[in-house]
């Protein structure tokens, strides 16, 4: 009989794990998600055999269309499944609260008492959600063995791994990357670790719960501290009339320098809250008070980085004669990464919010998302530029490479452009009589 695997959330982690796990031989897996207004026709869409993401995703597609096929992978919204499930993954969103930035474990919550429900004598249960330090053990463990009457590490092996996988490389990060997992016992990490050894075919690191926890969310801490390093330069070399890219290449040059590359913004499901996951647990169920300032500094400044953007879009358009409450201005790029339409955290938001409280009209453009709350999007680029007083670019879209400058210049009222990725040939566009600004390059 094969092993009966659960894995609940079919988002960005769900499904690719889902179907490479339903690709191994002796495993038959079942994807369980809510069925909503918002995400419940996922359920129909990989049922069919078909990636649920837009964006471009090598081997997914092919992998969904086998596993279906083969009548080892399903979605159900049935949580009744789990009674027959031998290992349960967790595979649930995180988001933190925007003001407070305290975690909102409302799904966490919500599938930890189905599983309790349901649990049979002996699963593995793994988390793979990124939750902060701690969680496992203080949340989602009382939680089930309320629920079950089931004790941890008794009746139930308990595990945590963090994933690591990145719009359009869904597969890739997977199968690719080491694998750390922690376990509440030694029965239950050596379990876990066979399971992913399966799948994946880079090292796979075993270690205790709180450490693997807390590995996740300081590792992207720690990439959010050096990002925030390189927006703060972008800042201080705009101030000094230099070129923060030429700065960068320079420092690089030497072979044990690695400064990271300014932005229009920080997205996406982990950088923006997992450091604030890092703070809460560190409060919640540290020893000492600590503020975790450098961490929280970080994320001040790449959240101020859309701001700034807004910012450079007003003094350009200013200097040619026009005012913010009057003008047109065109966000290219919602998706928060390149070639793909995960809009999570996106800092087209924020930039959106922002010039709407300086008075602009605001439209996106966007080759990959067709909607998101509070921004209006075009499907056509050319068409959102009619009549606009700035572009600005967001996201590193193929498509952003290769714009028609002359198209653009005869359609928009201001020829403006304010490059957040540097992507635009500046001498291109300064030649057809565009003002362009570069972030982090001083006039």
């Not at 009619?386 to 714009?403: C, F």
Request: charged share 25%; with cysteine.
């Amino acid at each position: 009989m094969p092993t009966k695997i659960a894995v609940i959330g079919m988002g960005y982690v769900g499904v690719p794990i889902a179907a490479l796990l339903a690709d191994v031989e002796g495993y038959d897996v079942t994807g369980v998600q809510r069925r909503s207004d918002r995400s419940g026709w996922k359920i129909e869409v990989l049922n069919s055999g078909k990636s649920c993401f837009e964006g471009l995703e090598p081997g997914l597609d092919e992998l969904l269309a086998r596993v279906v096929k083969k009548g080892t992978f399903r979605v159900t919204d049935d949580y009744q499944v789990l009674k027959d499930a031998e290992i349960i993954l967790i595979d649930v969103q995180t988001p933190t609260d925007a003001d407070d930035h305290s975690p909102s474990y409302d799904s966490v919550k919500d599938v930890s008492r189905q599983i309790g429900k349901y649990l049979r004598q002996g699963v593995l249960l793994i988390t793979e959600s990124t939750v902060a330090p701690g969680t496992t053990q203080h949340v989602i463990r009382p939680i089930i063995e309320t629920e079950s009457g089931k004790v941890a590490g008794r009746d139930f092996l308990l595990a945590y791994s963090y994933e690591r996988v990145m719009p359009g490389k869904l597969i890739e990060y997977i199968v690719d990357m080491p694998r750390v997992v922690g376990g509440i016992n030694r029965e239950s990490e050596l379990k876990a670790v066979e399971m992913y050894k399966k799948i994946v075919r880079k090292p796979v690191f075993s270690t205790d719960i709180l450490t693997a926890e807390a590995a996740k969310t300081m590792e992207n801490a720690y990439r959010d501290v050096n990002i925030a390093f390189a927006n703060e330069m972008a800042l201080i070399c705009e101030s000094l009339g230099i070129d923060v890219w030429e700065v960068q290449k320079l420092i690089n040059a030497r072979s044990d320098r690695h400064m990271h590359l300014p932005g229009a913004g920080v997205g996406g499901h982990c950088l923006p809250k997992d450091t604030w996951l890092l703070r809460y647990g560190l409060r919640a169920y540290g020893r000492e008070p600590l503020e975790a300032e450098l961490i929280s500094l970080a994320r001040a400044i790449n959240d101020h980085m859309p701001l700034h953007m807004a910012e450079l879009a007003r003094r350009s358009i200013e200097s040619h004669g026009g005012k913010m409450e009057k003008s047109k201005v065109v966000i290219l790029g919602v998706a928060y990464l390149e070639d793909s339409d995960d809009t999570r955290n996106t800092p087209a938001s924020s930039l959106a919010l922002e010039l709407s409280r300086l008075g602009c009209q605001v439209v996106a453009h966007d080759p990959y998302v067709k909607e998101l709350p509070g921004i209006k999007i075009l499907p056509d680029l050319y068409e959102a530029a009619r009549g606009a007083d700035a572009l600005t670019i967001v996201t590193k879209h193929k498509e952003y490479y290769q714009l028609d400058f002359a198209r653009l210049k005869q359609l928009m009222r201001t020829p403006v452009i304010i490059d957040g990725r540097r992507i635009v040939n500046a001498d291109e566009a300064k030649k057809h009589g565009f003002i362009f600004s570069l972030l982090g390059r001083g006039r």
